[in-house]
């Protein structure tokens, strides 16, 4: 066990509809980055958060946003959602996140599955 | 910018048979490398990390790796396998841009170990 959670597991909705996926880092990291694994994308790093502001974008789609909360929780928002936004939706959590080279610890992941 | 290269999408090995799961990388600047192992409907688990230093890094669950400058390789290594590490293995690269700490990931690497 990472010490990173995620909610929900298993999320199934229609095509067009909006979710939110809710992450919560391990104790003490203020670092909160969110992925997306998909068959044929791979693994990719979608935004980081640190202590609250937003540090780094990746691949990720106007359609979604982040947010990271002062408790430090972090919310991944994907609205109007397609049937290729489905995919495993990973978060995971640093010490810092600025500057060396923390390891980042995953949470479990929420399987999204849009029909 | 930087990459990383899993050449193998499936490596079977002999319990008992030492196993390697290869990596090479291409980055502009120092390499940050990372394994994760994951297992069916898990999150990623953190295996090791190269930063500086000794090129042969030990990790969890009796796996290594070797970092090889000349070769821009991080092959993972576990001198004797085992049925339970079947699972698959993922190389990745620190992002090298300042303030960002996100990783960059390989096409993963299925690993079965038949008993």
């Known amino acids: 066990d990472s010490g990173v959670t995620q909610t929900p597991k298993h999320l199934i909705t229609a095509t067009g509809q909006r979710v939110t996926l809710r992450c919560s880092p391990r104790?003490?990291?203020?670092?909160v980055y969110w992925y997306q694994q998909s068959l044929d994308q791979g693994l990719q790093f979608l935004i980081h958060y640190y202590n609250g502001e937003e540090r780094a974008k990746g691949n990720i789609l106007e359609r979604f946003s982040a947010q990271q909360f002062p408790d430090l929780h972090s919310e991944l928002n994907l609205s109007s959602l397609e049937l290729g936004d489905s995919a495993l939706y990973f978060c995971?959590?640093?010490?810092?996140?600025?500057?060396?080279?923390?390891?980042?610890?995953f949470g479990p992941g929420t399987r999204l599955l849009v029909l | 910018a930087q990459s990383v290269a899993q050449p193998e999408d499936q490596v079977n090995v002999a319990e008992g048979n030492p196993l390697t799961v290869k990596c090479t990388y291409s980055?502009?600047?120092?390499?940050?490398l990372f394994w994760y192992v994951q297992y069916p409907n898990r999150g990623l688990q953190f295996l090791l990390k190269?930063?500086?230093?000794?090129?042969l890094v030990k990790g969890s669950y009796g796996f290594e790796a070797e970092f090889n400058k000349s070769q821009t390789s991080f092959h993972l290594k576990k001198p004797s396998a085992l049925v339970s590490d079947s699972a698959l293995y993922f190389c990745?690269?620190?992002?090298?841009?300042?303030?960002?700490?996100?990783?960059?990931f390989g096409t993963g690497t299925r690993l079965t170990v038949i008993p």
């Open positions: 990745a690269v620190r992002a090298y841009q300042t303030g960002a700490n996100n990783l960059f």
């Open positions: 980055v502009s600047g120092n390499p940050y």
């Open positions: 104790s003490g990291d203020l670092s």
């Open positions: 995971a959590s640093s010490a810092q996140g600025l500057a060396g080279v923390e390891t980042q610890y």
């Open positions: 190269y930063i500086t230093g000794d090129n």
